[in-house]
């Protein structure tokens, strides 16, 4: 047997990546659901360090991160590459996806838990212009990756649908398909994938995890003195 | 066709100087531009748009910037002295560490030394110690983090090989990293600065100091 499991949660963005990765690569795995309000041993055991989710596990050998999982399946199983091959095209996924992560995600959830007011006004115009070099990034391109579906795909793969319930749940637009035609074409181009369809989590369910998510944040804004 | 490599940072810099620890190894060569962050040149914010920030190396015109982007394209770029190891589960073990220093290291470390408070700066002394086991666990068996030569993960631990001390001089701050604490990684840190292509781009030591105690102060005085 092959040996791969993946310890993740239902609705997470950094899992469901990991499971498109494997699924286009056609690796078959198992996966754990893990319950983060209650982590488990093996959880523990094999994520000492942040204690989160996803982790991959392959022949028991432990990886955590999921851009350092996302390279590590690229480089074992080399069927349907996820990188480019020039290394100057992979700097370059590799710079955007870190982009995205830890500047685009973030800016549309704060435009989203924040309460009606100026500031969230302002969190909307910058998530906004984070998008915007986004779509850039895609003018003239089916798929982030070229002609097929790649790394930084996956990566950004977090915008159609959690972006939505986002969205939904902080009473926000930010992604107009009229600001964002390019963003909003390679969307549907993504959604339509079977394979990345057949992971996305229903959108109640996304939905919910937003509304969890935003309540406790709003409840510590207004906890703090 | 001559190869042309710019390196934009600051002498100060950890995350610059990762940049020109790798070209060195690989005995690349290069143009040093310093850069001057509250006066950013015009070629900065065209070659890094988005962040605005150093390091940004640019291979034939072409810019890269974040740097362990950028130590991955070096390795990508000029095999010789591969600063990578070749098996995926060693390099995903790499990037993971690389990540975990810049992540929770740094910011540890930071404030660790210039913390607004005592307690602040005790809690993450505590935390920063926690975070040291970790990677005093990661060189078992092992001279260099990258095994028997210098890789990118020992790059990547710049800060602690070295900046760590300089911080903890100029704040004031007592030794975080000690051989009774840290053996390996205390032994570590002094076998990274003798590597000549890392000893040559470190940071002249007194005026790093006095930058430093100049910049964020001496904080930690007995009062």
């Known amino acids: 047997m092959a040996g791969v499991k993946l310890i993740g949660t239902a609705q997470s963005l950094n899992c469901i990546r990991i499971e498109w990765a494997l699924k286009l690569k056609g690796v078959e795995y198992e996966l754990i659901e893990e319950d983060l309000l209650n982590k488990s041993p093996l959880l523990l055991k094999y994520n000492p360090v942040h204690k989160k989710v996803p982790v991959l596990l392959h022949h028991g050998k432990p990886i955590a991160e999921s851009h350092v999982i996302l390279e590590y399946i690229d480089e074992t199983w080399k069927n349907n590459p996820l990188l480019p091959e020039d290394p100057y095209e992979r700097s370059m996924a590799r710079f955007w996806a870190k982009f995205s992560d830890e500047k685009c995600i973030f800016g549309a959830y704060e435009a989203a838990w924040l309460e009606e007011g100026e500031e969230k006004q302002k969190a909307i115009q910058s998530a906004q212009e984070l998008l915007a070099i986004l779509e850039k990034q895609i003018e003239g391109k089916k798929y982030f990756g070229g002609e097929v579906v790649g790394f930084l795909d996956l990566v950004v793969g977090w915008i159609p649908r959690w972006l939505n319930a986002m969205e939904e749940v902080g009473g926000i637009k930010l992604l107009d398909a009229e600001r964002f035609p390019s963003l909003h074409e390679w969307s549907q181009n993504f959604m339509a994938n079977p394979v990345i369809k057949e992971c996305i989590p229903p959108q109640e369910k996304l939905v919910n995890y937003f509304n969890f998510g935003i309540s406790y944040r709003r409840s510590l804004a207004v906890a703090k003195p | ?223």
């Open chain 2, 1 to 223: 066709m001559a190869e042309e490599v710019l390196v934009f940072g600051t002498w100060s810099s950890p995350y610059g100087r990762r940049v020109e620890m790798a070209l060195k190894l690989k005995g690349i060569e290069y143009k040093y531009i310093e850069e001057d962050l509250t006066n950013k040149s015009p070629s900065l914010l065209k070659y890094n748009p988005v962040h605005k920030k150093i390091p940004v190396l640019v291979h034939n015109g072409k810019p890269v910037a974040e740097s362990l982007v950028i130590l991955e394209y070096i390795d990508e770029t000029w095999k010789n002295h591969p600063i990578f190891p070749k098996d995926p589960y060693e390099r995903a073990n790499a990037r993971f560490w690389a990540k975990f220093i810049d992540e929770k290291c740094l910011p540890a470390i930071r404030k660790a030394c210039w913390g607004e408070d005592q307690k602040e700066r005790e809690k993450a002394a505590e935390e920063l110690s926690k975070l040291l086991q970790f990677l005093e666990n990661e060189l078992e068996g092992k001279r260099y983090f990258g095994g028997g030569t210098i890789g990118l993960l020992d790059i990547a631990a710049n800060m602690i090989g070295y900046w760590l001390g300089v911080f903890e001089e100029a704040s004031g701050a007592s030794e975080l990293l000690t051989r009774e604490k840290f053996p390996k990684l205390f032994n570590w840190a002094n076998e990274f600065v003798s590597v000549s292509a890392i000893k040559e781009s470190l940071p002249p030591r007194d005026k790093h100091v006095a930058f430093m105690r100049k910049r964020f102060g001496m904080v930690n005085t007995s009062k």
